[in-house]
């Protein structure tokens, strides 16, 4: 526990450092990075000390807020959590040192690691947090931070409008979390953790249709997703990276704790949970394949990696629910090991596309092309994180993917779930997922880094330096780790899968010899294939030793001069899809046609914008501004007046205060 | 220490080959011809083997890793697939999900090799590819999930050889809907007709063997083989799902398999013979009609 005190004590320290070395950009980014690296390791010792003995270490001390101690606590479950947050945010530092040199004398850097390392120590306060205060005010250091990061562009008229809408989002989300929260503690009559006994029916429904929406605003459920397209992909590489991988996982984190704190839920929450899955993780990955920007792109995926834990967390819920703990087990496991394999190839695949936009100055994948030649390294780490998140094997997210499906198909057998139907929904969607994941990353991987050069930019790429390779293969090998390490990766999370099923660690997965054998045997057959890829290369290779081997065009079908322009684009390897999906994505083409015998430019463009952010929430924030235009006078720029407000404000309510008594 | 399994993968390692060449004798005797060989595949493995090799100067190492790790990933699922009646050499709960993905990734990386030409034919075929199996995927496991509901058990090797007359009798019109959508996927998957023509030369028409068109020598040989493992593995699940006689005994079974799998490959000459391919725009509705079999299916089952 005191470690990670003192990893929160160097991130604050090495944060105002950096702010006060504002002035020498050099120095504030030393500081700034050798502050995240420094406060991950540190935090990493107790949490894998904690994650592997299953140990319960916390600290509580008086201060002079209502409702509680000052009380932080550090669980398997936290662990979980901490682990990608610690080593996610020490790696995207150590890239974003480089990745943000070019903007050294034009933006202030000191304020941008200031904002940074502030973020990483309200992520870990919020997971660490067993005060419903504390955990508010850690909630809003990260969203603010969070907010500055993002705009860090400012001059760029979509990030600024892009920040607004996150800055928005993000306070509506906290809105029902204050209420979450002050309906927890009147009912606990502390804001304790370890005060909230069990609730009312009734009340723990309301508190979880609260943190449905208030966490899930956070974590990006479809329909709160809104603002995640557009923030995530505004902010530098580096910080999407930790926007993607783990800050929206703090949603998944508060959803993870309310319902410890709530205990036995009611089958419908699991019902909830399911639908919300789907319909993230299928909309998530339709609209990512109608994207042509990359980091859009990898953003729409982050909403459809959210899905999958939230189906998972569906299933253990309504395992836990109906009395089947195998099937709880299995769900809650998918959902924890999916929170850390997403953070693992979500940031690197969000630093991959940072190091294309840095290469080439363009994240608009139908100018890309080739890029594999001359970013080797992206390349090789981009197409293992793109395989991951598909959820192929020998990757880490089949196995997440893999305990979901095994827990589905065993509360689909005869003496599985009284109405198996949300697990049936589980398969066929994580299978329609699986399939339009694999196909939007074998586009993105192939229309950005195969094939030829579509542009000038594309042809004169140039490969990241050292500092940014390094996290990138550090991470990709995490991505193989945790696919051939799956008995022992699963085994770890044993604790915290206890922790929220309420069975001893060593009773999870029923009897524990059996599930280790069954992933033992998932690791032979990943191992035959692995083999066998070697085999037959050294079989080609013998074959190949005495004969030809040219190099040559091309087929073309007989056409003589194919140029890197005939090449299918991102939009036309999408065409099937868009087409299918055209009533949900709505995608604008705007084109003109070649005519005549001697045809001018003909031009054709296509463009999906959010349906929900346009047809849904932009009407009604429309009526919401009309009705609200009348209280304009009220605002009109004078301190002196807001300041009286809020003196009257506060002597009502002492007024108010006073006659209740 | 038990052989079988040992003895029926390297039957299937041989064989699969044999089943190509009786589905186009068959539609060559349709068609009046005499036709090929019926070990033409073979031939043409022993020729390929000993060519040389081209490769475009636009690919990358991954356009020469594709048909390694296509071939290797259709064989991590040969390794799943029971052999008839009798089990697999790697069997564990579940193991039809990683059956599943490995497909997922022998097309993932044909695909990805397909796209390293920078060919828009190649580029073509690739994406209708992604999109016929991201519609298939689900159809399959939909039927995967309700015969382990018929039969209470989630491996591969252990459902399967279960279905006997006794399950046939019980549950018979969903077993049949379920084996009707494993067909339709069976034929998208492997590129036969009506969804893809395996002889046609027209690039603009093709799917899967457009995305192919680069490779050479000992690449094609691999593709070829692989492709001939992928339509064996399938197969295997279709026959073994529909036989519905258990002898106990390894060769009796082994022989009723086998049989089975030679009544598949005529039938499916037969159907190539008798059809012709389909529109592309009409290929997504027979997936999703192979879909709404299985669901309905599985409704069947689950009542």
Known sequence: MSLVLVAIGILMASALASLLLARAPRLATACGVAGAILAGLAGLVPSFRVLLTGAHESLAMAWHMPGGNLHIGLDAVSAVFLIPVFLLTALAALYGGSYLRPFWGKRSIGFAWFCFNLLTACLVLVIVARNGLLFLMAWEGMSLASFFLVVFEHDKKETREAGWLYLVATHLGTAFLLIFFALLGREAQSLDFDCIGTMPQGIANALFLLAVIGFGTKAGFMPFHVWLPEAHPAAPSHVSAVLSGVMIKTGIYGLVRTLILLGHPPAWWGWTLVGIGLSSGILGVVYALAQHDLKRLLAYHSVENIGIIALGLGLGVLGLSTGHPLVAQLGFAGALLHVVNHALFKGLLFLGAGAVAHGTGTRDMDRLGGLAKTMPWTALTFIIGAAAIAGLPPFNGFVSEFLMYYGALLACLPGGLANPLPAIGLVAGLALIGGLAAACFAKAFGIVFLGAPRTEAARHAHECGFAMRLPMVILAAACILIGFGAPWAVAALKPAVAGLTGVPAAQVFGAAPRSMTLLMELMIGFAAVAAAVLLLGFLRRRLLQNRPVRRSLTWDCGYAAPTPRMQYTASSFALWFVDAFRWILRTERRRSLPRGYFPDAAFMTTETPDGFRDLVFRPVFAQVRWALASLRWIQHGRLQLYILYIAATLVALLIWYASCL | ?303
């Open chain 2, 1 to 303: 220490m038990n052989l079988i399994p040992g003895i029926h993968l390297a039957a299937a390692l041989i064989l699969a080959p044999f089943l190509l060449g009786v589905i186009n004798r068959t539609k060559a005797r349709i068609a009046g011809r005499a036709g090929a060989p019926l070990l033409q595949l073979y031939f043409d493995l022993g020729k390929l083997l000993h060519k040389g090799a081209v490769y475009s100067r636009t690919t990358t190492w991954l356009f020469r890793a594709g048909p390694l790790v296509g071939l290797a990933a259709v064989f991590g699922a040969l390794l799943l697939t029971p052999f008839g009646k009798s089990g697999a050499v790697l069997a564990f709960d579940a193991d039809l999900v990683l059956f599943a993905y490995w497909l997922g990734l022998m097309r993932f990386v044909t695909v990805l090799a397909a796209l390293d030409t920078g060919s828009s034919f190649e580029g073509m075929g690739a994406s209708r590819e992604v999109f016929f199996a991201a519609l298939a995927e689900p159809a399959f496991l939909l039927g995967l999930l309700g015969l382990a509901r018929v039969t209470g058990s989630v491996s591969l090797s252990a459902m399967l050889p279960e279905v006997t007359a006794a399950t046939w009798l019980a549950a018979g019109p969903a077993l049949a809907l379920i084996a009707a959508a494993w067909l339709i996927i069976l034929l998208a998957e492997n590129a036969r007709i009506p969804v893809d023509d395996p002889n046609t030369h027209l690039e603009l028409t093709m799917i899967h063997e457009v995305m192919v068109l680069d490779h050479g020598g000992p690449d094609l040989a691999m593709i070829l083989y692989g492709a001939a493992l992928k339509l064996w593995v399938m197969g295997a699940l279709l026959v073994s799902l529909l036989t519905p006689v258990r002898y106990g005994v390894a060769w009796q079974d082994a022989l009723v398999f086998l049989g089975g799998m030679l009544l598949l490959a005529v039938g499916i000459g037969l159907i190539e013979g008798a059809m012709a391919r389909l529109r592309l725009a009409r290929v997504p509705q027979l997936l999703m009609g192979a879909f709404a079999l299985a669901a309905l299916a599985l409704m069947l089952i689950m009542k």
